[in-house]
């Protein structure tokens, strides 16, 4: 209750959750990206941005859970919400499938680039509908 009355808590952990998304998807793109194009650079890159791409996750999942937590009915009720969360399930399982992994296949970080993507666009809908 405190997060739907308070003027300033509301704000900052949707700003957490944005920041989060921002950090695991400016982790993510450059993955795929340099995967899909053959990079030879592209375990070394995988290795360096993984560590940001989790802590993206789990601060936007944290922070999320927080902004549903103030309003569960509303979100469960989103057809956009139920996408979203189940984009974002699918991304997470191929993210973990290759968890150990120095390189990403390229159907992974296709996989990856095309999940993500539109966990971000359906998690934006959400305002809208």
């Not at 959750?17 to 070394?44: C, D, K, N, Q, Y």
């Not at 789990?58 to 984009?87: D, M, N, R, T």
Request: include cysteine; charged fraction near 10%; charge should be positive.
């Amino acid at each position: 209750d405190h997060l739907r009355r308070s003027r300033w808590t509301y704000p900052l952990v949707n700003a957490g959750h944005v920041a989060g998304i921002a950090i695991l998807f400016g982790a993510v793109v450059p993955m795929a990206v340099e995967t899909l194009r053959g990079s030879t650079g592209a375990p070394a890159l995988v290795r360096r941005l993984r560590p940001y791409a989790m802590v993206g996750l789990l601060v936007a999942g944290i922070c999320g859970s927080l902004l549903f937590i103030a309003q569960a009915g509303e979100y469960l009720q989103s057809p956009w919400f139920q996408a979203k969360i189940g984009l974002v399930t699918l991304a997470t399982a191929n993210a973990a499938l290759h968890l150990r992994r120095d390189a990403l296949s390229v159907p992974a970080a296709s996989a990856s680039l095309l999940l993500w993507s539109a966990a971000l666009i359906s998690g934006r809908m959400i305002g809208y509908s």
